[in-house]
């Protein structure tokens, strides 16, 4: 059964710094696209950041780059968003999510959109509040 765990969210206060892991199971990265995406409760799910099946495409929405890194490792099957210098407004539900796809996140520099993703995890709360 293909299946995605996000864990790593917490509290933490503005300025502070949190690493948030994708783990796979029942299949495995390498021919995936990995998609980060957030949501507040009544808005709409947004991208935060994607990396492509090969690792050499990424790309972030503006409100996060500088701040925010995704990286992977397909030796643990395993996608990372480090994310440093938190602010009140990155509060929210992150998800990872996975599309079977080497061209997603491939030159792009728009954010990923979530109806390319096909395989979603099922969250983990981040909260950055003083």
């Known amino acids: 059964q293909l299946r995605l765990v996000e864990s790593g969210g917490g509290s933490v206060q503005p300025g502070g710094s949190l690493r948030l892991s994708c783990a796979a199971s029942?299949?495995?990265?390498?021919?995936?696209?990995i998609g980060w995406f957030r949501q507040v409760p009544g808005k709409v799910r947004e991208g935060v950041s994607c990396?492509?099946?090969?690792?050499?495409?990424?790309s972030y929405r503006d409100s996060v780059k500088g701040r925010f890194t995704i990286s992977r490792d397909n030796t643990k099957n395993t996608v990372y968003l480090q994310m440093n210098s938190l602010k009140p407004e990155d509060t929210a539900v992150y998800y990872c999510?996975?599309?079977?796809?080497?061209?997603?996140?491939?030159?792009?520099?728009?954010?990923?959109?979530?109806?390319?993703?096909?395989?979603w995890g099922q969250g983990t709360q981040v909260t950055v509040s003083s």
């Open positions: 999510a996975a599309v079977r796809s080497r061209p997603v996140c491939v030159l792009t520099s728009d954010p990923p959109v979530p109806g390319q993703y096909n395989y």
């Open positions: 990396i492509s099946a090969s690792g050499y495409g990424t």
């Open positions: 029942g299949f495995t990265l390498d021919e995936y696209a």
